[in-house]
Structure formats: C-alpha cells, structure tokens
DNA sequence: TCCCCTCGAGTTCA
DNA sequence: CTCGAGGGGA
C-alpha cells in the first residue's frame, strides 16, 4: 500500500495515522525486545520508524503524543532469573595485524620479567562467534547455565542448555567440587540455513545470521523450542573453581575433552609468535569450510600460574588477546552529513547512508568522526563509500570510491556556525597553537541542543537515574517549556498540582505514568555525593573523576567552597589522578556566573549525600607503598599491579609522604632512607601476609 | 620529554 | 567500541 506523502496530509489524518503506527511499532518493539521474536524484517521496521518519525517532523504537535517513547527500550524482559557471575566473564582486547601480535607477546614477557627471546608458550584457537555461556557443575552435574549478560550478571538458561547435547549433565571421571565450565553456545550453518526455512515456511521472521539465531534459539521461555534448534557448544575457559584439574590451557582444555565437553579441534599450542600467526593462517584458510562462523583466533599464556601473575588490566586479561578477522565491508552512498551537537557543544558530523547490510546488520548511519577526518579522507555528498563495523559493532566509513564519485560533487563545507543555535563555532587552541580536533558551538547556554543534552546526561542511569525521564521525555518537556534545568525537574509536580500545565492530558502520559514519574523524581532527591557531581556535566568530569571528588571532599558544600578559592584549586590539583587540566574545569565550572545560579536553584530541591569516609578494606588501602631491592616472587609491574589492586598507591621513592616500603635482597639508598625517616620496611614475604594472599 | 595507561566523550544498532 | 588527551611514572 502507497502512502501519501507527510506534508499532505490534514492534521487530523496525521495524528491518527500516529497514533496506529505508535501501537504497531511498540508492539514490534515488545515483540522485539522483550520476546526474542521480531515480528517483521528490520528493513520493514525502519520503514515504519522513518514513518512515524516523518509525521512528528511534519506535525510537532503530535510529539506530545508519546505513548511509544516511554516503551522504548523499556525493561528487559524479566522471564530469565538473574544470575551473578562470581567471577566476571570478561571481553579480549582485539589486534588485526601481525605486528601486534608480536608486540602482545613482547608486553607479556616484559610484564613477568622474561627476556625477549625467553620461551613462553601460549594456546591459539578460533574465536566462536556465537554466544558465551558458563556452565555450573557441581560434584560433576550440570546445575545451572548462565548467558554472558553484562559479564558481571547475566541470565539464567539452565532449562534450555540443559537440552544441548554439547553440555553433559554429568562430567565423565573425577570432577572438582564445583566448577564453572565457560565456552561459546553456537550454530552451525546447516542448521542456520534449516531453521531458516522452517522460519520462511510459517511465514516467521528470517535470522539474520547463525549468532543471532543461536542467541535467540537460547533465549526461549520454552525450552522445547531450544532443543529443536541443533544448538552447539566448545569449552575454552572456565570461572570460579574449587580446584583446578590442571596447571595449564591445554591441561584443561584435555580434562574437558576427557570429561565429555567438547573442545574445539583447533585449539593448538604454540612456542612462540610465529607460531601463533602461522596458525592464524591456517584457520583463516580453513574458515570457509568449518561449517560455523568464528571471527578471529584467542591467544591465551599457556601455563595458567603465569596467567594469575599477569592478571587483568581494567577490562580484559593481560595473558589473551582475539586475533580478528579483518572486518567485513560494504559499499553504499553517501546521501547527507549531518552535524549533532553534544553536551559540550562539540559538532559531531554523521553519514547518512544508504540502508547496506553490513556484517548481517542493516547500517544507515556512521559516524564520520570530526571535521579533519572528512578532509583527510576527502568525503563528499553523492560519494559512493567503503563501510565497515569497526570492532563489529560502530559503523565507520573507511574511504569514498573516487572513481564512482558525481562529477558535480563539492569538497564538504563544515559549518562554522552551530546549527541548533547559530552561535559561532569554534576549535579551541592550546597554549602551543595546536587546534582541538572537535569545533565547537560557543552558545553554550543558549544552545537549545546543548540544554537538552545536558539534562539527558542530568537524567541519565549513571548519573541521576530518574527513571521515566528518558531521552524523549526531557525532549518533549524541554520543547514544552516546562523543563529548562535541572531544578526544573524537581519542581514539576508542584507546578502541575498548581495547575500551570497538565501532564496527564498529553497523550502517553496516563495517570500511572505521571504518578510513577513523581515517585522516580522524589527518589533522586538524595543522590550520592559522585552521581550528583557526574550529573552536573561537569567538562572533563566523568564517572571516575567524580567519584574522585567526592572521595576526597566529602561533601558538596566542601567542594563547592574550595573550588571558590585558590588553594582548592591546588587541593583539587593534588587530588591523585586530577591534574592541572582537570582541576582547572571544576574551579571554571563553579565560577560561571550562570552555574552559580543553577546551583542555588537546584541545591534548593536536591540533598546529595556525604560520602562515608574512605573505605579502609584492605590494610594497605590509601598508604603510598615503595618497592625497592630485588624482588623474588613478584616483577616491578605485578607488584605495583597488586598494590593497586589492594587500594594502595605506587610511588617510585621514599619520601614522608611513603607509608611502606618493601624491600627486598640489595636494597640500597630506598632503604637507607626509609629507615631514617622512620618509615616502615617489611619484606617480601610480609607483603603477601599482609595483603592477606598467604 | 616521552610513553603508557586511564578517562571522557561521542556514537550505532538491535 | 574508539579516539584523543590528560596524568603520571621513567
């Protein structure tokens, strides 16, 4: 069926219209997120977006009628128990050319104080794409199944994997008291292209490749369905254990084997980083003929006592890096750029692309990065382009095909004016003359984009966390005027039972979802001390340096008097992790004229809550510790890891400042100096005792 | 002064 | 997830 053009239709047309695609898109969404069904094809989906979309372009009017905006992304669906990983399930950082491979071995060696050319083995074996799971056994049985989830919780499956042949309920031979088996819950093509046609065949939507309809097939409230499905699995790693059957990668991946788990047949130890590539090269050859997708080849230090020594850097193991597969391109055209303005004023441009399947993901839009990166790559409207996932997920555009490109194509004008305010837009310099990458729009607090990006970040999970004031919503209230910042937000219920405006006649917000609203927004009354400082949006204040602040002031009032002053701008200065840079953001934050105000207003409403004094949960935590002499069980880089790690705080030489200094055999000068100034000297072995590892 | 690591900010899609 | 830049150790 043809629809009519937007911009013909009547008012009263558009807003029915509306309001039916509303229903029908919140059901595709329920449909979607909730049920692991999508209803429709992503391309049919979009078309149904751009629809809607087009008709509020069309008709601001109908922005108040938002019954769909409070469904998006609403509540994940709540059939699946949570279950939390004892021990997190984390990601791999990613290298795609040889020459860092060499350079991950390199760092490996040097971190546990090897030689260059000292041999380390490693384990190199294809990376499933499918998707990961850990398997509890207890005593031998399969008692519960776990899916990834955020790495630290995710959901519980124990009925559905309890349906794959891959996954034993009971371990063959002598299995530790408890151990959780992790490995990747995949689908072979064969059986892909077979669900595929029993899908076509009830009329049912298509997956759009093995990975998503082994996530779906898994994530079934009936367990049934899952059996059906064929699906597979490969034990590689493993989490919490009471023991550990081996000391090495490929000790447990052969007590798997031996227990009944199957491993991938790949998986093959190599003595050094030519080894590894050449077998990267092998399975890249055999890929094609598998019969499963894997994107890449893991590395993994073999001997798993050098792996606990290595440990973990914030996100990933220091012993394991994914090997990828260069991503996978496509080539679309480039119909618009169009610029987004951020919280802090920064003009972001973005691809408009033609809809391209990349990666089995319909892109229409990528980020072009900033101004220099359009130039670099000389990107211009009408150009066909080459896209691609960088790291599988964000869409980049990569280079315009200049032999496909319009005659008439013009060299991209990035504006110098902000386009939601007209202010002037400008790249900062730096003391040497150097220009930031990032223009950005001087209008600041006139800015409408920026005033309603900062009250999303106001809102946001990490920050205040008012539920029910999402995206949409601050939008809707911000254009309504009845929003304009952030102790806006706590006033509202007064202003509405004042009669001043009624949100309940707008459509989408019923009586229950103002009331809730309410309720979420009396809630955030009280918010710690580093939520609140994060939420101000503070330049160059994130989470961590928030947190950082309110560590070390305690309260809002501490930090807000000393910002005031000079000496708080050294105290902040001093603050470990907070430089100059920083420091200097808070202290010009709070003494804007404007922030001021906005402060008063808001500190009217809202009470963040002192922190509790720092957490003394190690013994070490907060002392400033040296290390000095020859260490015997530890390198400079675990030990000072371990210290982190233990909340205490590095530092190359003695001072007044040191609370402890480790010394080893032929501790010198350190030494000397530690013990006239009387500062503590323990040893090696003290150390473990004292941290409580021993 | 250089280099490495961490942090902030911005973004996509399903 | 990535890029750029700040912080801090060498």
Redesign the pocket.
């Known amino acids: 069926m043809k629809k009519k053009p937007v911009d013909q239709l009547s008012p009263r047309v558009a807003r029915a219209e509306h309001a039916l695609l509303g229903a029908e898109i919140a059901a595709h969404d329920r449909a979607?997120?909730q049920d692991d069904a999508?209803t429709i094809s992503?391309a049919d989906?979009?078309a149904l977006r751009r629809r809607y979309n087009a008709l509020e372009e069309q008709f601001p009017e109908l922005l108040t009628a938002h019954s769909l905006s409070a469904k998006?992304?609403a509540a994940p669906s709540q059939k699946f128990a949570k279950v939390r990983h004892s021990v997190a399930m984390l990601?791999?950082g990613?290298v795609f050319a040889d020459e860092e491979v060499y350079e991950f071995v390199a760092?490996v060696k040097r971190?546990l104080g090897l030689a260059e050319d000292a041999p380390l083995a490693f384990v190199a074996e294809p990376k499933i794409d499918g998707l990961s799971c850990s398997l509890r056994y207890e005593r031998g049985a399969l008692v519960q199944a776990a899916t990834r989830g955020d790495g630290f919780e995710g959901e519980d499956v124990t009925a559905n994997v309890r349906t794959l042949a891959d996954a034993p309920k009971h371990l063959r031979g002598d299995a530790p008291a408890a151990l959780d088996v992790r490995g990747e819950v995949y689908m072979r093509h064969e059986d892909f292209k077979t669900l595929n046609l029993r899908q076509a065949e009830a009329g049912k939507p298509l997956y759009?490749n093995p990975r998503?309809a082994a996530a779906g097939s898994l994530r079934q409230l009936d367990a049934a369905i899952t059996a059906s499905r064929n699906l597979h699995f490969f034990a590689y790693t493993w989490g919490e254990a009471s023991e550990l059957p081996a000391q090495t990668q490929t000790g447990m991946l052969a007590f798997f084997e031996k227990a009944g788990l199957p491993v991938n047949p790949l998986a093959k130890r190599c003595a050094n980083a030519d080894e590894m590539i050449a077998h990267y090269r092998l399975i890249e050859q055999k890929r094609a003929t598998l019969g499963y997708d894997i994107d890449g080849v893991v590395y993994k230090v073999d001997d798993i006592g050098l792996q606990n020594r290595l440990g973990f850097?914030?996100?990933a193991p220091?012993w394991a890096v994914a090997h990828?597969f260069p991503a996978e391109r496509a080539t679309t055209i480039l119909r618009d750029i169009?610029i987004?303005?951020?919280?802090?004023?920064?003009?972001?441009?973005?691809?408009r692309?033609d809809?391209v399947t990349v990666g089995g993901?319909?892109?229409?839009?990528?980020?072009l990065?900033?101004e220099?990166?359009i130039a670099r790559k000389d990107i211009r409207i009408g150009d066909t382009v080459v896209v691609q996932?960088?790291?599988?997920?964000?869409?980049?555009v990569v280079e315009a095909l200049l032999d496909k490109r319009p005659a008439n194509a013009m060299p991209y004008a990035f504006p110098h004016i902000c386009p939601a305010c007209g202010s002037a837009a400008l790249r900062e310099m730096?003391e040497s003359g150097?220009?930031?990458?990032?223009r950005?729009c001087t209008g600041g607090l006139i800015c409408p984009a920026q005033a309603v990006?900062r009250l999303k970040?106001f809102c946001s999970r990490l920050a205040m966390d008012i539920e029910g004031l999402g995206d949409r919503q601050i939008e809707l209230f911000y254009k309504q005027g009845i929003v304009k910042n952030p102790a806006d937000i706590f006033t509202l219920q007064k202003r509405s039972a004042r009669g001043a405006f009624d949100l309940t006649r707008w459509e989408g917000f019923g009586e229950t979802s103002v009331r809730n609203l309410f309720v979420a927004i009396e809630a955030a009354r009280k918010p710690a001390l580093n939520r609140f400082i994060?939420a101000l949006?503070?330049?160059?204040?994130?989470?961590?340096?928030?947190?950082?602040l309110a560590r070390h002031f305690g309260s809002f009032e501490a930090l807000r008097a000393a910002a005031l002053t000079d000496d708080g701008l050294a105290e902040i200065?001093?603050?470990?992790?907070?430089?100059?840079?920083?420091?200097?953001?808070v202290v010009d934050f709070f003494r804007e004229a404007h922030n001021e105000t906005v402060l008063d207003e808001l500190l009217a409403e809202v009470a963040p809550q002192p922190m509790e004094a720092v957490a003394a949960s190690s013994p070490v935590a907060g002392k400033t510790v040296v290390f000095t002499g020859s260490l015997e069980r530890l390198t400079?880089?675990e030990a000072?890891?371990q210290a982190?790690r233990f909340g205490a705080?590095?530092?190359?030489?003695v001072s007044k400042k040191t609370d402890l200094v480790v010394a080893g055999p032929g501790a010198g000068s350190k030494l000397a100096k530690a013990e006239e100034l009387g500062i503590e000297v323990i040893s090696e072995d003290d150390w473990f005792k004292r941290t409580g590892q021993e």
């Open positions: 979607y997120y999508p992503d989906y979009d998006v992304g990601s791999l990613n760092r971190f759009a998503n850097a914030s996100r220091r990828k169009e987004q303005v951020g919280r802090t004023g920064a003009l972001t441009p973005v691809a692309l809809p993901v319909v892109v229409q839009n990528a980020t990065h900033n220099d990166e996932r960088a790291g599988d997920v964000i869409p980049q730096d150097a220009a930031d990458v990032v950005r990006e970040h994060y949006g503070v330049r160059r204040i994130g989470e961590t340096n928030a947190r950082r200065n001093a603050i470990d992790g907070v430089g100059a840079v920083v420091a200097e953001a400079r880089d000072k890891a982190e705080k590095v530092a190359g030489s």
